[in-house]
């Protein structure tokens, strides 16, 4: 099974956490197609995972509100903002941490750290998942997993930085243990996409991406002809083809290994 697939199971176990009592009066046809919530547990316990408390409890309540609930607020805004945010610190701290670093380098390193996937991670690693309110019809199959937790992690980020008075150093202060690990040059892989065709390039093997995201949101990799791997993100294309070239070399070796084999 690959990284990948972990991680859409672990997160779509997270957002079934989100179902809240369902009423028993609710045909079995109802309750199959929509997971709600009701009362979620107390944000006071939010502040204490953060280790930083709110001057302005609204930002906080904002933060974890979903648009599917239809009220006048909604985490959209703070998460355009945390996404900024996240990006800008990161800069900072490797432009300082890194001085000899190329910027083609500290990009990638950057891109690593704020990854959907990642921040996934670290909404389910710390529980925060558990405190989202919404009201969404199968949210765990209409909803990008992996995404629908990062924004929520970048909602989060965003409120606290407007509650600090637009201090990135509070930000990174709070934020810094949440994600960890912290990917640095050292544990930073190679592009999958780069690291694929190098595989490849080295065996004489040809491969082929099939660019299918606008009709269904995927890539398929065929390599020497053969389908070896497919990824998928109904939000991003680019992480649809870093997906399938994940996937494609999770299940490359069983090709190489089986040549090997016949090569004896």
């Avoid at 302005?56 to 805004?77: C, P, V, Y």
């Avoid at 432009?95 to 950057?110: A, D, K, M, V």
């Avoid at 065709?197 to 099939?210: A, G, I, S």
Wanted: glycine share 4%; charged share 30%; proline share 4%.
């Amino acid at each position: 099974m690959t990284a990948t697939k972990n991680l859409e199971q672990e997160t779509t176990g997270a957002l079934q956490e989100l179902r809240v009592n369902e009423n028993t009066n609710d045909s079995p046809e109802s309750t199959r197609k929509f997971i709600e919530s009701s009362t979620p547990p107390s944000l006071d316990e939010v502040e204490t995972i953060l280790g930083y408390e709110f001057k302005n409890k609204q930002l906080l309540e904002e933060a974890f509100t979903h648009a599917s609930l239809g009220e006048s607020i909604s985490n959209e805004r703070l998460e355009y903002v945390g996404d900024s945010v996240l990006n800008l610190v990161f800069t900072k701290e490797q432009y300082f941490e890194y001085p000899n670093l190329s910027p083609g380098t500290l990009t990638r390193l950057r891109a690593a750290n704020v990854d959907s996937d990642k921040l996934a991670r670290v909404a389910v690693k710390h529980g925060l998942h558990r405190f989202l309110r919404h009201k969404k019809p199968l949210l765990e199959e209409q909803v990008e997993v992996p995404k629908a937790l990062a924004d929520l992690v970048e909602s989060i980020i965003g409120a606290v930085f407007i509650d600090s008075n637009s201090s990135i150093d509070i930000v990174w202060k709070v934020f810094k243990y949440l994600l960890e690990p912290i990917i640095r040059p050292e544990t930073l892989k190679i592009h999958p996409v780069t690291q694929l065709y190098e595989v490849c390039q080295k065996r004489n093997l040809k491969v082929k991406f099939v660019d299918s995201w606008r009709e269904e949101t995927s890539f398929d990799v065929f390599v020497d002809n053969q389908f070896i791997g497919r990824g998928s993100c109904r939000d991003k294309k680019d992480i649809a083809l870093n997906r399938a070239a994940k996937d494609a070399l999770d299940n490359i070796w069983k090709i190489l290994d089986a040549k090997d084999v016949h090569s004896i």
